[in-house]
């Protein structure tokens, strides 16, 4: 593999990981060889609890999986973006292209043979045209025509047909073509079908036969290729064409592009070891044309009329700078632009992952910490009989590596399955196309596609990460007081000691009760300075000086460096809002406050700031991510010298919800008590109205780490599915045109009668397409400079991007168009419409952001001025707005009706006409376009066609939202395993509370409903959280940007709804347990 990390390639590491773990595991298995009462201890743990061992299993399986989901897309993307672009390429290694002589391609071919690492090459020649299917009668501008000659098999290889049939170019007889898969498709041309092909800059056309449809395009220039282009091209034979150009231009056809192919076997072998072949051949290209290689940093159109070199392979193969983003469905900015799904794949996705695998290792961490707990009384009868601490660690690590050697194999099978399911939800999403550039970037196929490598870093990693886990853990039991294991206590808590004491102990020395100094070795006074002076620094931490001084540091380093280190101003603003939270808890216990009311300031302060902190520095970020196409274009992310880091993008997202999460803690006894309250007016659960929220409240670290994993997935999938299933609603064509699907412009000079006359009459001339017909027009010339002024404070000037537009009733009659604000009196979008058609004098405008417009229904009716000038007259006129449009419609000016029109401006200007069509149902937009095409003869005019249905960009985000909401559910398991793992913990440390219950008379249900409480507590905290913060979110951007966006509550509801099943089934196993557990069995603590 050619990708490198940390200056080392991928083989390199994973060897090295694999050589790390073995040794590992080595010494492991060594040391319980010779001890196998430790191996037996350690195996038999494993397996005596198996529905302990099964929760285990499927936690850490479930890191493991998803790590390998990570690596294995990135690995499938990658993979499928070289192989799509070596199937684009053939086995061509190497393009020059340029104006050339007939002398310079002999001399060049000749010179190519002789090289020891050339093993074929030939010339052809390509060139711009026009494609005209006689069939569809559809026009391909801008493709390019491929005239290859007899040995181009040679040199490009093998090559298919859609139906998966060999072709050959040889074969290409006069009038026989080969057509691109893009251009068969964009045309809708099959084998057998008749083409007419211009020349650029040629007069007169070919006609030419489709003998086959290629099943992919040929890019053999390194900027297109770079881009993952697709071009509609038309093959055919370099002698037929070298023929028509000496009888009718009476030229000579010189190729411009030469094609190399290198000794090798076909692909990216043909570069040779570490691309040695290539690289002679490149400075042989370079010696022969005196030019270099194309450097792939300033990605622009190939120009035919400059010699260029293209290093196809693996230079142009392997990169993936030519996109704008690692993942291939992002392959222009174009889809950046138009998608909010594809910003937040670009930007998102990177943190989404790495704050998923925190919270992977938090849930191991978790798991750990319960398998400790759990053998917390046996490992401190073993202590009690005479076996040392590192026999308890080896114990541990015997255990623990059972657990995750077998909880691994079973991850990379679960990870790979996921990364297949993941990618066939990838592959339904469409290629957005671009209207204003010529060359687009294609569909790649995405396949299945994990290496090795990346294999090994999942098993590698999660094994690894167990064993530093469990070891930790195993250390930390294992110097636990004998008599509170063997009772199943917990550890005295540590008290604070004042910062002067430490000090003392840092420059004094040790004395006992009575002055007498106690004698040290050098060894125990070097080992007492370390624990006072690691003691002195979490002190100075958890008071908050330390964590004033970090985050000041840090603060002004960020400032120092600019955009590259926001993550930097972030982390250290952060730091000194905890420290203000810090400061305030210690001011409290040096006044001697209540520890509970400092704790509640603390906790809020912190909490407030960070959520304050987090949404004020995440606005511009937000509206990237999260907004629709004009608001995204105007982000200063689109202009910065580059895109934001991961750590970034996670804090932008991580401030804002931990924020919330503190707040939510801090104020969880009060949520308690009114939870409280109301269960004593249940009567069969009123007994457990305090037993079932007391545990979380005791343990508020735990419950406040359970919450923020949850809530971070919760809130993550809400704010992408309400967002962007809001931003496709508002993007429906019955929302933005009022339901029709298609808009024709005829622009320029008078509108043509007879144009007008068929357009009109298509709903009866191509009914099967069209259902009905609009016809819109300006109401002044579009150089009439007209001003529309509003009657509020400041006399604002109304922005409008265009004239005012006349409707016809047709138009008025069948919209659907819904209103952002309806004037006083009008209760449904339908009677402003109706109001509009019958009343002349009204008129209804699109809503602008900071000109005093009424931003909502009910608002009194008000008037504007229109002022219009022309070389004539200068015209006056008043209109009355009874209807405010939403600012994303497709019309960014004043509507009014024909009948206003006459009334306020006969002579309304005619010069520029829209026609609006509404399709049939069932009737394809391509269909259509086709259909009046050729119906209304659009090529022979200046009208241009242009589709409003925005159906494949909703389908586009569709897709994206649904790869990236399943591949957050992974994230939901996580918070839901971490519910589980607290539940289980609970049921081992309250083994006495329960037998006490018991013996006081609660029955199994009551039990199991206190459990079900407590649970459902903290479930529902996470979720109603998560859900409060993104609705903020979202509502905030919607109101940033004039837009009103209804929030799904059903199906938001339902999500909510599944994710507290997912989490309360969790915790089913415990929950069952607990119920089973009788009196005496918890009283004796067995």
């Given at each position: 593999?050619?990708?490198?990390?940390?200056?080392?390639?991928?083989?390199?590491?994973?060897?090295?990981?694999l050589?790390?773990?073995?040794?590992?595991?080595?010494?492991?298995?060594?040391?319980?060889?010779?001890?196998?009462?430790?191996?037996?201890?350690?195996?038999?743990?494993?397996?005596?609890?198996?529905?302990?061992?099964?929760?285990?299993?499927?936690?850490?399986?479930?890191?493991?999986?998803?790590?390998?989901?990570?690596?294995?897309?990135?690995?499938?993307?990658?993979?499928?973006?070289?192989?799509?672009?070596?199937?684009?390429?053939?086995?061509?290694?190497?393009?020059?292209?340029?104006?050339?002589?007939?002398?310079?391609?002999?001399?060049?071919?000749?010179?190519?043979?002789?090289?020891?690492?050339?093993?074929?090459?030939?010339?052809?020649?390509?060139?711009?045209i026009?494609?005209?299917?006689?069939?569809?009668?559809?026009?391909?501008?801008?493709?390019?025509?491929?005239?290859v000659?007899?040995?181009f098999?040679?040199?490009?290889?093998?090559i298919?047909?859609?139906?998966?049939?060999?072709q050959?170019?040889?074969?290409?007889?006069?009038?026989?073509?080969?057509?691109?898969?893009t251009?068969?498709?964009?045309?809708?041309?099959?084998?057998?079908?008749?083409?007419?092909?211009?020349?650029?800059?040629?007069?007169?056309?070919?006609?030419?036969?489709?003998?086959?449809?290629?099943?992919?395009?040929?890019?053999?220039t390194?900027?297109?290729?770079?881009?993952?282009?697709?071009?509609?091209?038309?093959?055919?034979?370099?002698?037929?064409?070298?023929?028509?150009?000496?009888?009718?231009?009476?030229?000579?056809?010189?190729?411009?592009?030469?094609?190399?192919?290198?000794?090798?076997?076909?692909?990216?072998?043909?570069?040779?070891?570490?691309?040695?072949?290539?690289q002679?051949?490149?400075?042989?290209?370079?010696?022969?044309?005196?030019?270099?290689p194309?450097?792939?940093?300033?990605?622009?159109?190939?120009?035919?009329?400059?010699?260029?070199?293209?290093?196809?392979?693996?230079?142009?193969?392997?990169?993936?700078?030519?996109?704008?983003?690692?993942?291939p469905?992002?392959?222009?900015?174009?889809?950046l632009?138009?998608?909010?799904?594809?910003?937040?794949?670009?930007?998102?996705?990177?943190?989404?992952?790495?704050?998923?695998v925190?919270?992977?290792?938090?849930?191991?961490?978790?798991?750990?910490?319960?398998?400790?707990?759990?053998?917390?009384t046996?490992?401190?009868?073993?202590?009690?009989?005479?076996?040392q601490?590192?026999?308890?660690?080896?114990?541990?690590?015997?255990?623990?590596?059972?657990?995750?050697?077998?909880?691994?194999?079973?991850?990379?099978?679960?990870?790979?399955?996921?990364?297949t399911?993941?990618?066939?939800?990838?592959?339904?999403?469409?290629?957005?196309?671009?209207?204003?550039?010529?060359?687009?970037?294609?569909?790649?196929?995405?396949?299945?596609?994990v290496?090795?490598?990346?294999?090994?870093?999942?098993?590698?990693?999660?094994?690894?990460?167990?064993?530093?886990?469990?070891?930790?853990?195993?250390?930390?039991?294992?110097?636990m007081?004998?008599?509170?294991?063997?009772?199943?206590?917990?550890?005295?808590?540590?008290?604070?000691?004042?910062?002067?004491?430490?000090?003392?102990?840092?420059?004094?020395?040790?004395?006992?009760?009575?002055?007498?100094?106690?004698?040290?070795?050098?060894?125990?006074?070097h080992?007492?300075?370390?624990?006072?002076?690691?003691?002195?620094?979490?002190?100075?931490?958890?008071?908050?000086?330390?964590c004033?001084?970090?985050?000041?540091?840090?603060?002004e380093?960020?400032?120092?460096?600019?955009?590259?280190?926001?993550?930097?101003q972030?982390?250290?603003?952060?730091?000194?809002?905890?420290?203000?939270?810090?400061?305030?808890?210690?001011?409290?216990?040096?006044?001697?406050?209540?520890?509970?009311?400092?704790?509640?300031?603390?906790?809020?302060?912190?909490?407030?700031?960070?959520?304050?902190?987090?949404?004020?520095?995440?606005?511009?970020?937000?509206?990237?991510?999260?907004?629709?196409?004009?608001?995204?274009?105007?982000?200063?992310?689109?202009?910065?010298?580059?895109?934001?880091?991961?750590?970034?993008?996670?804090?932008?997202?991580?401030?804002p919800?931990?924020?919330?999460v503190?707040?939510v803690?801090?104020?969880?006894?009060?949520?308690?008590?009114?939870?409280?309250?109301?269960?004593?007016?249940?009567?069969?659960?009123?007994p457990?109205?305090?037993?079932?929220?007391?545990?979380?409240?005791?343990?508020?670290?735990?419950?406040?780490?359970?919450?923020?994993?949850?809530?971070?997935?919760?809130?993550?999938?809400?704010?992408?599915?309400?967002?962007?299933?809001?931003?496709?609603?508002?993007?429906?064509?019955q929302?933005t045109?009022?339901?029709?699907?298609l808009?024709?412009?005829?622009?320029?000079?008078?509108?043509?009668?007879?144009?007008?006359q068929?357009?009109?009459?298509?709903?009866?001339s191509?009914?099967?397409d069209?259902?009905?017909?609009?016809?819109?027009?300006?109401?002044?010339?579009?150089?009439?400079?007209?001003?529309?002024?509003?009657?509020?404070?400041?006399?604002?000037?109304?922005?409008?991007?265009?004239?005012?537009?006349?409707?016809?009733?047709?138009?008025?009659?069948?919209?659907?168009?819904?209103?952002?604000?309806?004037?006083?009196?009008?209760?449904?979008?339908?009677?402003?419409?109706?109001?509009?058609?019958?009343?002349?004098?009204?008129?209804?405008?699109?809503?602008?952001?900071?000109e005093?417009?009424?931003?909502?229904?009910?608002?009194?009716?008000?008037?504007?001025?229109?002022?219009?000038?022309?070389?004539?007259?200068?015209?006056?006129?008043?209109?009355?707005?009874?209807?405010?449009?939403?600012?994303?419609?497709?019309?960014?000016?004043?509507?009014?009706?024909?009948?206003?029109a006459?009334?306020v401006?006969?002579?309304?200007?005619?010069?520029?006409?829209?026609?609006?069509?509404?399709?049939?149902?069932?009737?394809?937009?391509?269909?259509?376009?086709?259909?009046?095409?050729?119906?209304?003869?659009?090529?022979?005019?200046d009208?241009?066609?242009?589709?409003?249905?925005?159906?494949?960009?909703?389908?586009?985000?569709?897709?994206?939202?649904?790869?990236?909401?399943?591949?957050?559910?992974?994230?939901?398991?996580?918070?839901?395993?971490?519910?589980?793992?607290?539940?289980?913990?609970?049921?081992?440390?309250?083994r006495?509370?329960?037998?006490?219950?018991?013996?006081?008379?609660?029955?199994?249900?009551?039990?199991?409903y206190?459990?079900?409480?407590?649970?459902?507590?903290?479930?529902?905290?996470?979720?109603?959280?998560?859900?409060?913060?993104?609705a903020?979110?979202?509502?905030?951007?919607?109101?940033?940007?004039?837009?009103?966006?209804?929030?799904?509550?059903?199906?938001?509801?339902?999500?909510?709804?599944?994710?507290?099943?997912?989490?309360?089934?969790?915790?089913g196993?415990?929950?069952?347990?607990?119920?089973?557990?009788?009196?005496?069995?918890?009283?004796?603590?067995?």
């Amino acid at each position: 593999m050619h990708g490198t990390l940390i200056g080392q390639t991928q083989t390199l590491l994973a060897l090295e990981l694999l050589g790390l773990l073995g040794g590992v595991l080595l010494v492991i298995l060594a040391m319980g060889g010779r001890n196998p009462f430790l191996l037996h201890l350690g195996w038999r743990n494993t397996l005596r609890r198996p529905g302990r061992t099964a929760t285990m299993l499927a936690g850490l399986m479930l890191s493991t999986a998803f790590i390998t989901v990570i690596l294995g897309l990135q690995d499938s993307f990658r993979n499928s973006q070289v192989s799509d672009r070596l199937a684009k390429v053939g086995s061509v290694d190497e393009v020059v292209t340029g104006p050339f002589t007939q002398d310079q391609v002999a001399q060049a071919l000749t010179r190519l043979h002789t090289l020891p690492e050339v093993q074929a090459s030939t010339a052809l020649y390509v060139h711009g045209i026009t494609v005209t299917s006689s069939q569809s009668g559809m026009v391909l501008p801008q493709s390019f025509l491929y005239a290859v000659p007899s040995d181009f098999d040679q040199v490009f290889g093998p090559i298919t047909d859609t139906s998966g049939r060999r072709q050959q170019f040889q074969v290409l007889n006069d009038g026989a073509v080969l057509l691109s898969r893009t251009a068969a498709e964009s045309a809708h041309i099959r084998p057998g079908d008749q083409l007419q092909i211009k020349l650029d800059t040629y007069a007169g056309t070919l006609t030419v036969t489709v003998r086959a449809v290629l099943s992919t395009d040929l890019v053999l220039t390194s900027s297109e290729l770079a881009i993952n282009s697709t071009q509609s091209e038309v093959i055919l034979s370099f002698s037929a064409l070298q023929q028509q150009f000496e009888q009718r231009y009476h030229l000579p056809l010189v190729p411009n592009m030469l094609c190399v192919k290198n000794v090798g076997t076909g692909g990216l072998d043909d570069s040779g070891p570490n691309d040695v072949r290539s690289q002679a051949v490149l400075s042989a290209l370079q010696s022969i044309f005196g030019v270099s290689p194309e450097n792939l940093s300033s990605l622009t159109p190939t120009d035919l009329t400059h010699v260029s070199i293209h290093p196809l392979k693996p230079t142009v193969v392997e990169s993936m700078g030519g996109t704008s983003s690692l993942f291939p469905l992002v392959s222009n900015k174009w889809e950046l632009i138009v998608s909010p799904a594809a910003r937040q794949l670009t930007y998102l996705l990177p943190a989404f992952s790495s704050m998923l695998v925190g919270a992977g290792l938090l849930l191991q961490i978790l798991l750990w910490l319960l398998l400790a707990a759990e053998r917390r009384t046996e490992l401190g009868m073993c202590r009690a009989i005479g076996l040392q601490r590192s026999h308890l660690l080896l114990a541990l690590l015997i255990e623990g590596c059972c657990y995750s050697i077998a909880a691994t194999v079973l991850g990379l099978l679960l990870g790979i399955g996921a990364t297949t399911l993941e990618l066939s939800l990838l592959t339904q999403a469409p290629t957005l196309v671009d209207p204003f550039v010529t060359v687009q970037a294609g569909h790649i196929p995405l396949a299945l596609s994990v290496n090795w490598q990346s294999i090994c870093f999942a098993g590698g990693l999660s094994i690894l990460v167990s064993v530093l886990v469990i070891g930790i853990s195993a250390a930390w039991i294992s110097r636990m007081d004998i008599v509170a294991a063997l009772r199943d206590l917990d550890s005295p808590s540590t008290r604070r000691i004042p910062l002067l004491v430490l000090l003392r102990h840092l420059h004094t020395e040790v004395r006992d009760n009575r002055g007498l100094l106690i004698p040290e070795t050098p060894q125990r006074r070097h080992a007492r300075y370390c624990e006072t002076l690691v003691r002195l620094i979490w002190e100075l931490c958890v008071r908050g000086p330390l964590c004033l001084l970090i985050g000041s540091g840090l603060y002004e380093q960020g400032v120092r460096l600019g955009d590259a280190a926001t993550w930097m101003q972030l982390s250290g603003l952060a730091l000194v809002i905890a420290s203000a939270g810090l400061f305030i808890r210690w001011g409290g216990e040096l006044l001697h406050v209540s520890p509970e009311v400092g704790r509640w300031l603390c906790l809020n302060c912190i909490g407030t700031g960070w959520l304050v902190l987090g949404l004020r520095m995440a606005q511009d970020f937000l509206l990237l991510v999260f907004a629709p196409m004009a608001s995204a274009l105007d982000s200063p992310f689109f202009s910065r010298a580059g895109d934001p880091s991961i750590l970034e993008c996670a804090l932008y997202l991580l401030l804002p919800l931990m924020g919330s999460v503190l707040i939510v803690v801090g104020n969880s006894g009060l949520l308690a008590y009114l939870l409280s309250q109301l269960l004593r007016l249940i009567r069969r659960l009123a007994p457990l109205s305090r037993t079932a929220l007391a545990y979380p409240l005791t343990f508020r670290f735990r419950s406040g780490v359970t919450i923020l994993l949850l809530s971070l997935i919760a809130f993550l999938i809400q704010l992408l599915i309400i967002n962007n299933v809001g931003t496709i609603q508002q993007s429906q064509v019955q929302v933005t045109t009022g339901n029709f699907q298609l808009e024709l412009a005829v622009n320029g000079g008078q509108s043509d009668q007879r144009l007008e006359q068929q357009v009109l009459a298509t709903p009866d001339s191509l009914r099967q397409d069209i259902a009905a017909v609009a016809r819109f027009h300006f109401l002044y010339a579009p150089d009439s400079a007209a001003q529309i002024q509003l009657p509020f404070p400041g006399n604002p000037i109304y922005s409008a991007q265009e004239p005012p537009l006349v409707m016809d009733d047709t138009y008025l009659s069948l919209t659907t168009m819904p209103f952002y604000a309806r004037a006083q009196g009008y209760t449904s979008d339908r009677q402003v419409w109706d109001a509009l058609r019958e009343h002349p004098g009204y008129a209804v405008l699109q809503y602008r952001a900071g000109e005093g417009l009424p931003g909502a229904s009910g608002f009194t009716p008000f008037t504007i001025d229109i002022t219009a000038q022309n070389v004539a007259q200068t015209l006056h006129q008043q209109l009355t707005i009874i209807g405010i449009m939403s600012s994303n419609i497709h019309w960014s000016t004043v509507l009014l009706s024909s009948r206003t029109a006459g009334n306020v401006s006969p002579a309304s200007s005619s010069e520029n006409a829209f026609y609006y069509f509404r399709l049939q149902s069932g009737v394809s937009v391509d269909q259509a376009t086709g259909d009046l095409e050729r119906a209304l003869q659009l090529n022979a005019t200046d009208a241009s066609l242009t589709v409003l249905d925005q159906s494949e960009r909703n389908a586009y985000t569709t897709n994206l939202t649904l790869f990236l909401s399943s591949y957050l559910a992974v994230g939901l398991l996580f918070g839901a395993f971490s519910i589980g793992v607290v539940a289980s913990r609970a049921v081992v440390e309250r083994r006495q509370q329960i037998g006490l219950l018991r013996a006081l008379g609660f029955s199994q249900r009551l039990v199991r409903y206190s459990f079900i409480l407590e649970s459902s507590f903290l479930i529902l905290l996470s979720l109603l959280t998560g859900f409060a913060l993104a609705a903020f979110i979202v509502y905030w951007v919607d109101r940033t940007l004039d837009q009103t966006i209804a929030l799904p509550f059903g199906f938001i509801g339902l999500i909510l709804l599944g994710c507290y099943l997912i989490a309360l089934g969790c915790t089913g196993l415990s929950i069952h347990h607990v119920s089973r557990i009788s009196a005496a069995e918890a009283l004796r603590y067995e």
